[in-house]
């Protein structure tokens, strides 16, 4: 797909999943020129809040896009500070604008707004107000793929773990009136492997599964190369699916 190549130059800020994707796909189709990827991380864990993917990760997931990863460590009760130096990073190899992945969260949406436009870029919301029942079912129909790397065990069905995004998810996590279908109020988290922007796709396979904090994460490494380790780990067991804060992707 075209990268709006004679757009303004955006980055898109990254938690590694289907939202950001989403969000970076309509980006380009509206004339962005994205050339750098944005995420904050936590240091202690080594790992994207509510996501649990780890910053090798997010850095294949660049590579694998075409993109120059602009990733800060956040330590504890910091995380607008590794923002901010980012966002310098980012004025630095002059990048104009910032492509966020929120929905329909307003608290969110306008803590990030505020600091983006403070550090003097334009801030771009290409899925706002979007249904996010139709959302989750665009990113599956234009060909992306993901899967389920963490579930809020209080608000989702820990069964989801490990599998691919993909129809009988969706309609699952559909016939569920209090969970978000695009888990917009974190209750599930995806890592996006594959799909019209990818230049290839992440291979990667499950290496374990933990808690942390009322949460279960899927853990994931990059496979070997020439493994056939599945690039989604669910495809190993046999099962069908913001820059890192709570609210999904």
């Excluded at 956040?74 to 492509?99: I, K, N, Q, S, Y």
């Excluded at 065990?153 to 009988?168: I, S, V």
Aim: glycine fraction near 14%; hydrophobic fraction near 35%.
């Amino acid at each position: 797909m075209s990268d709006g190549d004679g757009g303004a130059a955006a980055a898109v800020a990254w938690s590694g999943g289907k939202d950001s994707t989403l969000a970076l796909h309509r980006a380009r189709r509206e004339g962005w020129r994205v050339t750098h990827l944005l995420t904050v991380y936590d240091g202690e864990s080594e790992r994207v809040a509510y996501h649990g993917v780890p910053p090798e990760l997010i850095a294949a997931q660049a590579d694998a896009l075409g993109l120059e990863p602009v990733l800060e460590a956040a330590e504890p009760d910091h995380f607008e500070e590794a923002l901010r130096r980012g966002l310098r990073r980012l004025g630095e190899a002059g990048v104009d604008a910032v492509v966020f992945g929120n929905i329909h969260l307003e608290d969110v949406r306008a803590w990030y707004e505020e600091r983006v436009r403070d550090e003097g870029f334009e801030h771009i919301e290409p899925l706002w107000g979007g249904d996010p029942a139709r959302l989750a079912r665009e990113y599956v129909t234009l060909g992306y793929r993901a899967i389920i790397v963490s579930v809020w065990l209080e608000k989702a069905d820990p069964r989801w773990l490990g599998r691919e995004l993909e129809g009988d998810l969706l309609a699952e996590i559909r016939s569920r009136p209090d969970v978000d279908p695009c888990g917009e109020k974190g209750e599930f988290h995806t890592f996006s492997f594959d799909g019209p922007v990818f230049r290839r796709p992440v291979r990667v396979r499950e290496r374990g599964r933990r808690e942390r904090s009322g949460y279960r994460y899927l853990d994931l490494e990059l496979a070997a190369s020439g493994e056939d380790g599945g690039t989604a780990a669910a495809e190993d067991e046999g099962e069908g699916g913001g820059a890192g804060g709570r609210s999904g992707g």
